[in-house]
């Protein structure tokens, strides 16, 4: 069965410093991986999914196949990046596709 | 932008009873999910559905739970009787094929 471990569940860091939160995951085919973000009150939303490369908000994560491992990048933290972050896998075969979460880093960003 | 939209916010719910928590996916999705994150744990996946039927389940939804798109746009969960360890929040979500899950805020079941 999948799995996803992130280490940290609380990560603090000071405004313009990096920022890396890690995740690792277990499966034996080839999953598709995503992060998603909960600021304050709001809904959980995508932030990034392995297979676009893209960064949003400066944000980067690296696809690790050797290592399991997708963890997420920031070179500089801001204060509004201050929020819950999680890891998710989901397979890449089927149509509907659940996802399996790891139990989330708080990130804070001091100023 | 479209959203997921779940009602209501905040159930409270005695044990045993029956209970329904509605979402509206976002129009043009045809995939959509049930999700539970019990307090201080990991969001769970419950239950996923397309084309009028459940593709996947996971060992949490057992026989006390049900799912229903009745209409053309809400999509539903329900438990029948409830025990207080379904006690969480629920999250609805949608997507395309091959797209990412949009999430709803959340709907707080509370069992005394």
């Known amino acids: 069965a999948q799995r996803v471990t992130q280490p940290e569940k609380l990560l603090s860091v000071f405004k313009g410093a990096p920022v890396e939160l890690k995740c690792n995951y277990s499966?034996?085919?080839?999953?598709?991986l995503f992060w998603y973000v909960q600021y304050s009150r709001q809904r959980l939303q995508l932030l990034l999914r392995h297979i676009s490369r893209e960064s949003i908000k400066g944000f980067t994560a690296d696809l690790n196949k050797g290592e399991t491992s997708f963890h997420l990048k920031k070179p500089f933290a801001q204060e509004e990046d201050s929020a819950m972050y999680y890891c998710?896998?989901?397979?890449?075969?089927?149509?509907?596709?659940?996802?399996?979460f790891g139990s989330g880093t708080q990130l804070t960003v001091l100023p | 932008e479209p959203e997921v939209t779940q009602t209501p916010s905040h159930q409270v719910t005695q044990m045993g009873q029956e209970v329904i928590l509605r979402c509206v996916p976002i129009s043009n999705h045809l995939y959509f999910y049930w999700y539970r994150q019990i307090l201080g744990q990991k969001v769970e996946f419950l239950v996923s559905f397309y084309n009028n039927e459940i593709s996947e389940k996971s060992e949490i939804f057992d026989d006390q739970f049900s799912v229903e798109r009745p209409d053309g746009s809400n999509f539903t969960l329900k438990i029948r009787s409830t025990k207080l360890e379904d006690s969480a929040m629920y999250f609805c979500?949608?997507?395309?094929?091959?797209?990412?899950?949009?999430f709803g805020d959340g709907t707080r079941l509370s069992i005394l």
């Open positions: 979500a949608s997507s395309k094929y091959n797209q990412p899950q949009h």
């Open positions: 499966y034996s085919g080839s999953p598709e």
């Open positions: 998710a896998l989901s397979l890449s075969s089927g149509s509907a596709r659940q996802l399996t």
